[in-house]
């Protein structure tokens, strides 16, 4: 651990919320469809998406046929990337001839990407043609975060509104939040990233000779463009089979600090967007504070565990006698270039923001720091999160909090004006159940089933967490990956694609519910039987909610993994 380290998480964590109100303010004037310094620009080129595709922005959805535009749109999706994937070889811009994906392969990568997961059981640089990466992982990038976003709109219209039938036009919140959030920040961020050395060109890899006179395939394409939207979207996926780790992907100190902010602006924002858009400002800062704390505390102990590094490979004092801290802390997986300061914040973000992104290996981490990173992906996004479903997964939360409350004053739970019902609670827990069931659920059969076993690299506790790590990873739509696991098999494959599938969609349509039901709901003026919301008090209950909640649903999990596998390394036993 370092001064340097520690400023660094600091600065960011300055920067991030420095970023949030100005642009919540950018989004909730987007998606309230006011005017904007971008609209002279862009708005022909909404118009004419409109007109091409037979929409009318002005015409309003109810919950059920907003939910309907979401799932068709997803599902015709998976369809056409399924299909790009397989045919791969019969389309241009694959310069390097490869073949067409695997079935099953083509199968999770369409869900994972549609999914906003971003889940890669390939090698992105020789599995997928240019044409591939950038007409069917660029844009699905695009589209899932935008389809996200939308339906967190929808739920803080739900919120907002007063009996009121619907809930937003999907088709316009779509188009939006494209053409008027991801895009024009997409571009800035990718000529930045070109100009701090990112590639970004359509030639075919080329041949190098080595110093020991031997021959290497470089691998380039088009970095730049697909590496701004994997981030900025929470999809995480790299045009590179090491990610962000990858030199052209993030060359510099410098990109790999600007990939951070990029991956946390969005859904930081959206916390000062909602509160704009109800009405009272402070309630987003609340729900910001709280996801403030559960990451700082979670990147705290990731540096400090990373910082002392392994017991086991102590360096020795001048008198010979055994030190309590690795040398250098635990540099194993780790880009020098990047330290392990940038490399534990870099991994904190990622996993507390469900975009899947990382600079360093996460099977390489120590069990502590391991155990805090399934952590972040276990509470359902709540920790930022990815655009939209980071603040939906909070505001499930909320509603959890609210009634609780409720139950301990013996009234009718409230928040932001709205009751909480039993139609609420229900649609709620039916939300919060699909995540801990999916990863709970696979991962016990995958630990006893043969084709499952064979893929494990590693045995005991940590083979263990990688199972666990993997079924977390692809049901909380993050999408990164501890490693020493062979996830690109038949078994793998189709289970995962089923657990992102359950991840989202079996989430987002309970969400979509809620927000009709509380769109159709007066506004119920506070009284004094009110919990406050806006306070320390519901801050804390909150935040303790969401930790005990968690703690229940996943400490034995993570018991029989990263905590066995700490006192183990302890007692010197490593895997």
């Given at each position: 651990m370092t001064f340097v380290g520690w400023l660094q998480i600091a600065l960011f964590v300055t920067i991030v919320g420095s970023l949030t109100r100005p642009l919540g303010g950018y989004l909730a004037?987007?998606?309230?469809?006011?005017?904007?310094?971008?609209?002279?620009?862009?708005?022909?080129?909404?118009?004419?998406?409109?007109r091409l595709s037979g929409v009318d922005p002005g015409v309003e959805q109810n919950w059920y046929h907003y939910a309907i535009s979401f799932l068709l749109f997803h599902a015709f999706g998976i369809l056409a990337l399924y299909a790009l994937l397989r045919l791969q070889a019969e389309f241009p811009l694959n310069p390097d001839s490869l073949p067409a994906v695997a079935p099953d392969l083509a199968l999770n990568t369409a869900v994972s990407f549609v999914t906003n997961t971003s889940w890669q059981?390939?090698?992105?640089?020789?599995?997928?043609?240019?044409?591939?990466?950038?007409?069917?992982?660029?844009?699905?990038?695009?589209?899932?975060?935008?389809?996200?976003?939308?339906?967190?709109?929808?739920?803080?219209?739900g919120f907002?509104?007063?009996?009121?039938?619907?809930?937003?036009n999907f088709w316009a919140d779509l188009t939006r939040g494209t053409l008027y959030v991801l895009l024009p920040l997409c571009v800035v961020a990718a000529v930045f990233l070109a100009a701090e050395g990112v590639p970004q060109t359509l030639a075919s890899s080329i041949s190098a000779t080595t110093l020991e006179g031997g021959t290497q395939i470089i691998a380039r394409g088009p970095v730049a463009s697909q590496e701004a939207i994997k981030l900025l979207s929470g999809d995480g996926g790299g045009f590179f089979n090491a990610n962000s780790a990858h030199p052209f992907e993030n060359p510099t100190p410098l990109t790999n600090f600007a990939e951070m902010l990029l991956i946390f602006c969005l859904g930081a924002a959206l916390t000062n967007c909602f509160g704009r858009m109800v009405g009272a400002e402070r309630e987003g800062w609340i729900l910001l504070g709280v996801m403030a704390i559960l990451f700082v505390l979670g990147v705290g102990v990731v540096y400090f565990s990373e910082g002392r590094g392994n017991p086991s490979f102590a360096a020795l004092n001048v008198d010979q006698t055994t030190s309590s801290q690795q040398a250098g802390g635990n540099m194993e997986g780790k880009e020098v270039r990047f330290g392990i300061g940038g490399s534990?914040?870099?991994?904190?973000?990622?996993?507390?923001?469900?975009?899947?992104?990382?600079?360093?290996?996460?099977?390489?981490f120590l069990p502590l720091s391991g155990g805090i990173l399934l952590a972040n992906m276990m509470v359902d996004e709540v920790i930022v999160g990815a655009p939209g479903s980071g603040l939906y997964g909070m505001l499930l939360f909320c509603i959890?909090?609210?009634?609780?409350?409720?139950?301990?004053?013996?009234r009718t739970p409230e928040y932001v004006g709205k009751k909480i019902g039993a139609p609420e609670i229900k649609m709620t827990i039916l939300a919060l159940i699909w995540v801990p069931a999916a990863i709970l659920g696979l991962t016990a059969i995958a630990c006893v089933v043969a084709p499952s076993l064979a893929d494990l690299g590693n045995a005991g506790p940590h083979g263990y967490s990688e199972i666990l790590y993997a079924f977390t990873s692809a049901a909380a739509t993050n999408g990164s990956a501890f490693a020493g696991l062979n996830a690109n098999s038949q078994f793998y494959n189709l289970t995962?694609?089923?657990?992102?599938?359950?991840?989202?969609?079996?989430?987002?349509?309970?969400?979509?519910?809620?927000?009709?039901?509380?769109?159709?709901?007066?506004?119920?003026?506070?009284?004094?039987?009110?919990?406050p919301t806006n306070g320390t008090l519901f801050f804390g209950f909150l935040l303790g909610v969401i930790v005990i909640v968690g703690g229940l649903t996943y400490l034995p999990a993570l018991v029989f993994g990263p905590v066995i596998e700490h006192f183990q390394m302890l007692g010197g036993t490593l895997y």
């Open positions: 004037r987007v998606y309230a469809g006011e005017r904007t310094k971008l609209q002279p620009l862009l708005r022909p080129i909404e118009i004419a998406i409109y059981s390939y090698g992105g640089e020789t599995t997928l043609s240019y044409a591939s990466q950038m007409a069917g992982i660029t844009v699905q990038s695009f589209l899932s975060a935008a389809s996200g976003i939308a339906v967190v709109m929808a739920l803080i219209r907002a509104r007063r009996r009121a039938h619907t809930v937003g534990a914040l870099f991994a904190d973000v990622s996993t507390a923001s469900s975009d899947g992104a990382v600079d360093s290996m996460h099977d390489s959890v909090t609210v009634f609780l409350g409720g139950l301990m004053i013996g995962l694609a089923l657990a992102m599938f359950i991840g989202r969609f079996l989430v987002i349509v309970p969400v979509l519910a809620i927000a009709g039901s509380l769109a159709a709901q007066p506004i119920i003026p506070r009284s004094a039987g009110t919990l």
